[in-house]
């Protein structure tokens, strides 16, 4: 994220932003084991997983 954010570019295009998406913002604690539990930025109780600024 921080280098998205950084607005630098990549090596080959260094004047061009990236694009980001953001996969899932909560884990989800209800899906089986191992499909997909542990991709979110937050916690079910909206604590946050990662330390992620937005700005």
Known sequence: ???CLS???TPKR???PIEA???AMFNE???PKGEE???GLFYPN???VY???FT
């Open 14 to 16: 260094p004047d061009e």
């Open 7 to 9: 607005m630098e570019g």
């Open 1 to 3: 994220m921080y280098h």
């Open 46 to 48: 909206m604590e946050p």
């Open 29 to 31: 604690n209800h899906k």
């Open 21 to 23: 998406f953001i996969f």
């Open 37 to 39: 539990q542990h991709f």
């Open 51 to 53: 330390y992620m600024p």
